[in-house]
């Protein structure tokens, strides 16, 4: 149980407002600049980006050091990597070909 110290110094003025700027900082800018990039960005670009990000995050994870490489995550996160991209890539291939003219179609009632 915390002590009636402990919960005054959270309720202090000075720690609201660093957990209050801090949120801000870290939270609120890093998602309305994704949301602007998102925006701007192709429907394409959304797609690869989010689906690389599994493997990002396993390789800064490494980067920092305190995550020992296990091959069973690696190869999972860059096997749901290379799947999401490629079915990207094919839905994009999909998207982009023509499809073929048909006939008009005459109704008897017209």
Known sequence: MPSADGLRDLSSTR???G???ASFLLIVIPV???QIGI???SPFTVR???AGAPALVFV????EGRLSSSPYSSG???LYGACAIWATVARQRA???PAPARAPVFSAAG
């Open 15 to 17: 720690t609201i407002g």
């Open 19 to 21: 957990l209050l700027g």
């Open 32 to 34: 309305y600049v994704s």
């Open 39 to 41: 925006s701007l960005a």
């Open 48 to 50: 690869v980006v989010l």
């Open 60 to 63: 800064l994870q490494l980067v």
């Open 76 to 78: 999972s996160a860059l």
């Open 95 to 97: 998207i982009a070909t």
